[in-house]
């Protein structure tokens, strides 16, 4: 990389900086004639020899900002490319290809091919300028020292205060930030910046749309982009024309009561009946002591022993293993047996039961059916015995367990009328059977 003076050079360029010499000095009071300033300096000029010949033909100009005056041979690399790495170096280049008159001329614009950056001091506090012939190498590039000189160490151009009107943030003195007065900035992909918007608003009204030219007549509140993307908005033709309504991209959770004058789907509220609603998963969970269950002696064997109830505490009070259970012991040598009878209403709502209708957890004091087991049965609302019932038979485990239990396809269920679970506890001497809880798993409205 050579400065223009250098006389090893077999032809030396000097560049006459005519406008852009116009545009860099320029006063900031030239900027109130336009809302913005421009995104790009007219860069003109006449390109002659050092014997002040005018040179026309094929060069390439090249554009960039520095925070130093001097040019330093680490600004280069050993190709005569601008080195990206240079402390000095402000992180813009710009060229241009070019085709001189006659007379020497050349016109450019600035921040046309490669837009200019936030000009900011003092990281862009210079601009270099370069030419070459276009079919020429990059080492050949030449350096256009402001004062045609190499004697000083002013090798670029200083930046004047007019490039940095180009990144001012006052308008009529407002200056940017939250307080009264402030001007508010946009972020990128064109909405507010989260730290420069007010909390609030002490309006009455937040009007969206205010000039009704919304694409299809549909208005849009959006919340969130891509991780929650869920739309308020009001559609204006509806169904029909003049049916206009709201629309929710989500579900409607409503926390407290709900009002309405109109209808819903065509049917006013008071007339809706439950099989009109959509249903959705419930469950209600049964403890020891269940309600109205009574304790009895039912079927063939002999039914000498003790029921008792209890409550084990696994770990602490509160803790997620503590319940309450019967428990079914016998001092007889021999198979013992007694039943808990529950009848369970199925919920007004009940539409049907879930994969798994029933879980019921239970233990023995031995893994041993010989010892110890429980039986369930269970007739449907019709005081039919479910013939097809699975996961209830011969339970038996020395742990606290949980058991599925499912009705096979089995049986008439019907809303608010009572189903019939029969417990069926067996022991001898060398064992006991415990009952926990049971948990009804529905679909209802």
Request: charged share 15%; net charge negative; glycine share 10%.
């Amino acid at each position: 990389m050579h400065k223009i003076k250098k006389q090893n050079l077999l032809v030396p360029f000097v560049a006459l900086f005519l406008a852009v010499m116009l545009v860099l000095a320029s006063t900031s009071s030239l900027l109130f004639a336009a809302t913005t300033t421009p995104a790009t300096i007219n860069y003109q000029g006449r390109l002659l020899s050092s014997a002040n010949i005018p040179l026309s033909g094929a060069y390439t100009f090249r554009f960039s900002l520095w925070n130093s005056a001097d040019w330093q041979a680490a600004d280069t690399t050993g190709g005569g490319a601008i080195n990206a790495a240079s402390p000095r170096y402000a992180g813009w280049q710009e060229t241009f290809a070019v085709a001189t008159n006659a007379y020497g001329l050349f016109n450019m614009s600035l921040g046309s091919t490669v837009a200019f950056p936030n000009f900011a001091d003092p990281t862009h506090t210079h601009l270099q300028v370069e030419v070459k012939g276009t079919a020429a190498a990059d080492t050949t590039y030449e350096i256009l020292d402001p004062a045609g000189t190499t004697a000083d160490t002013n090798d670029r151009k200083p930046l004047n205060k007019s490039a940095f009107a180009e990144n001012a943030d006052t308008v009529d003195n407002a200056e940017v930030g939250t307080a009264a007065g402030d001007l508010a900035v946009l972020s990128a992909g064109g909405i507010w910046n989260i730290n420069q918007i007010p909390s609030g608003t002490n309006q009455d009204i937040w009007q969206i749309d205010a000039n009704d030219n919304a694409a299809g007549g549909v208005v849009q509140l959006s919340f969130g982009s891509s991780l929650l993307n869920r739309i308020l908005s009001y559609d204006d033709d509806g169904v029909g024309a003049a049916d206009g309504w709201f629309n929710f991209s989500d579900d409607v959770n409503i926390q407290g009561d709900l009002t309405t004058t109109g209808t819903i789907n065509g049917v006013t509220l008071t007339s809706i009946p439950f099989t009109n609603l959509a249903a959705r998963t419930k469950t209600t969970r049964l403890k020891p002591h269940f309600p109205g269950a009574v304790a009895e002696a039912i079927g063939a064997g002999s039914h000498r022993g003790k029921i008792q109830s209890h409550f084990v505490d696994d770990d602490g009070p509160g803790g997620p293993n503590n319940y309450s259970y019967y428990q079914w012991t016998t001092r007889q040598g021999v198979i013992n047996n007694y039943d808990i009878v529950l009848r369970w209403k199925l919920p007004d709502d009940f539409v049907s039961w879930q994969a798994t209708p029933i879980a019921f957890r239970y233990k023995t004091s031995t893994a041993n059916a010989a010892d110890n087991k429980i039986d369930i049965s269970i007739d449907d609302t019709t005081g039919t015995s479910i013939a097809g019932l699975t996961g209830g038979s011969t339970l038996v485990s020395n742990a606290w367990t949980t058991t599925n239990i499912g009705f096979g396809g089995g049986g008439t269920f019907t809303a608010g009328s009572e189903i019939t679970i029969y417990i069926k506890m067996s022991a001898t001497s060398a064992g006991g059977a415990l009952v926990g809880d049971f948990t009804f798993n529905y679909n209802g409205r």
